[in-house]
């Protein structure tokens, strides 16, 4: 059975961090790259950040860049998101996706409130 089980969302004050995890199993893990996603209540869906299947070529969306580090272990078949300096706007539901096989997790709540 194929899984993608994000952890490590929360409410913190802006300015602060938070660490994502994304675990997958029942696939293939270090053969897809791997995607974070969020979706903010009444908003689209927003691309977050991508890495490639063995850790390399990062890539973030612009209102991250500089804050959000994506980065992955294939030994522990999981993707991590650090996310320093959060805002408010970084409310949303933050899902993680290996896009091209169609697998998504359940999504994990990130609260940015003072």
């Known amino acids: 059975q194929v899984q993608l089980v994000e952890s490590g969302g929360g409410l913190v004050q802006p300015g602060g961090s938070l660490r994502l995890s994304c675990a997958a199993s029942?696939?293939?893990?270090?053969?897809?790259?791997v995607t974070w996603y969020r979706q903010a209540p009444g908003k689209e869906r927003e691309w977050v950040a991508t890495i490639n299947s063995i850790g390399g070529n990062p890539g973030y969306a612009d209102s991250v860049k500089g804050r959000f580090a994506i980065s992955r272990d294939n030994a522990k078949n999981t993707v991590y998101l650090q996310m320093n300096n959060l805002k408010p706007e970084d409310t949303a539901v933050y899902y993680c996706?290996?896009?091209?096989?169609?697998?998504w997790g359940q999504g994990t709540q990130v609260t940015v409130s003072s």
């Open positions: 029942g696939f293939t893990f270090s053969r897809y790259a």
């Open positions: 996706s290996a896009p091209i096989a169609g697998y």
